[in-house]
């Protein structure tokens, strides 16, 4: 396929951050958030669809699951696939495949049609996510790289503060429906957005050539990168182990429900949003610091939770709402802030071709989504609550010793070169 190369995007990646960036870095936050929101509406909206579609509330986390397990098969296909396209053409598409998947998802008139709808959206979840973060690092110069990655991040905890729980309102005051027609229409006006704003980011033909060789060439294979995969899938599984149910979590271990349900989810997106904040400069000076403490905070919430379904009384008393919400917060201020962390370290390792390096990242991120969302709801059937969330944390503790005896793969820019 001939590609039109457009002289005005070489000298993108030097640009200063100036007010025109941030708004485009806006737009791909709001790209984030709009998609974020539609692959987590099953976890808010989980009690109404399980009561509107007569199915149990674990086959509800199966569309969690299902919607992983397309997007990690399909990300590194369709990131070669289009390879040579504009960044912008590939982010358009992404948009335009949400906006008519959701749509399909809110007229949806049974589970099976709902389900269709959903992996139409997967196909290309992980394609966006594989173009997002290394759009906005084009639009910086490269000290603020991993600033950029935060800032698109943002989008995602966004999504947790504001999306989530407004699923969750909306799918308990008027039905599921409606709120998934609000996310297909704000898809549609941040696809618009793209179109005007975001400039058009050509293929660097060095990188496609180069990509192209690494395709067919397997026998030097990126270590490190493969190392933060494997990573990526653990610390992933443990989370959505028990993220998948943490409406049930918040209802039936620290016994909150109804609007005070919505809220504990607003604290943890909010909690998530201020640790992106404060942890973005570190993340550029000190990434594998940063790394650890993000994990070892995020250990302690699932412990204090595990503790709480182990010996606590659901709704006993000012004692298990207290220490419930301050697992929840810390919780989504800790495992909100990762992302952005594991994906700037991704860029870094392979930073002759950072698409092809996050569209593997993001398949391991959608396999860790996949597998944590079946354990959990397995766990979840057999085992209850207790179990669930107690291996959930396990994991989490693997995955910090894991990234405590890992050599050069979260090291700073400037720590490698000197290496």
Known sequence: MAQKMIPTAAPTAARPWTPRVAVQLTVLAAAAFIYVTAELAPVGALPALAGDLQVSEAMVGTLVAG???????????????????????????????????????????????????RISSALTHGLMWSVIAPIGVRLVPPSHAGRATTAVYVGSALALVVGSPLTAAMSQLWGWRPAFAVIALAAAAVTVAARLLIPVLPAEPGRVSAAGRRWSNRRRPNRRLHTLCGLTVVGV??????????????????????????WLLVAYGVAGLAAMALLARPLDRRPKPTMLAALTGMSAALLVLTGLATWAAPGGGAAVLLFGAVAITLWGAMATALPPMLQSAAMRVAPEDSDAASGLYVAAFQAGIMAGSLAGGFLYDTAGIAVMVGISALLVVGASAGVAASRG??????????G
């Open 67 to 117: 919607y992983a397990l397309v997007a990690a098969v399909m990300t590194v296909p369709l990131v070669r696939l289009t390879a040579h396209w504009s960044r912008r053409r590939v982010l358009l598409l992404t948009l335009t495949t949400l906006t008519v998947a959701q749509t399909v998802s809110a007229l949806a008139p049974d589970f099976l049609v709902l389900g269709a709808g």
């Open 237 to 262: 599984t443990a989370h959505f182990i028990a993220y998948t149910f943490i409406v049930v979590i918040i209802r039936d271990v620290i016994g909150v429900s109804g609007a005070r349900l919505a």
């Open 409 to 418: 793969l979260f090291d700073a820019p400037n720590q490698r070169r000197q």
